[in-house]
Nanobody, 124 residues
Framework: QVQLVESGGGLVQAGASLRLSCAAS????????MGWFRQAPGKEREFVAA???????YYTDSVKGRFTISRDNAKNTVYLQMNSLKPEDTAIYYCAAKVSLSGNYYSVRGYDYWGQGTQVTVSS
């Protein structure tokens, strides 16, 4: 079992920055991947970013150059630094942990554990 707790969401204006945190109850370095997903009202949950066990990072095209995923293994915490936020980034952001080999790092089904989500609202 892995418990994940997100924090750092909020209401900001377009162009602002936020940093989301995801505290894990298990060593993040022992997971295959830690990912961030988001879900806007009326839409499906979508991949945002992932950091693999090797340290490799991946992003969906719409956030490349603006978002950065990182982890602090000593704190068992994963971060999502979000800069130049846009209204279309508004969503509930979820942290997820992949510990099994099934699925891939950019799909919802590829992750085994999920946090409760944190709301990010970007006003224009």
């Amino acid at each position: 079992q892995v418990q994940l707790v997100e924090s750092g969401g909020g209401l900001v204006q377009a162009g602002a920055s936020l940093r989301l945190s995801c505290a894990a109850s298990r060593r993040t370095s022992s997971t295959l991947s830690m990912g961030w997903f988001r879900q806007a009202p009326g839409k499906e949950r979508e991949f945002v970013a992932a950091i693999l066990w090797s340290g490799s990072t991946y992003y969906t095209d719409s956030v490349k150059g603006r978002f950065t995923i990182s982890r602090d293994n000593a704190k068992n915490t994963v971060y999502l630094q979000m800069n130049s936020l846009k209204p279309e980034d508004t969503a509930i952001y979820y942290c997820a942990a992949k510990v099994s080999l099934s699925g891939n790092y950019y799909s919802v089904r590829g992750y085994d554990y999920w946090g409760q989500g944190t709301q990010v609202t970007v006003s224009s």
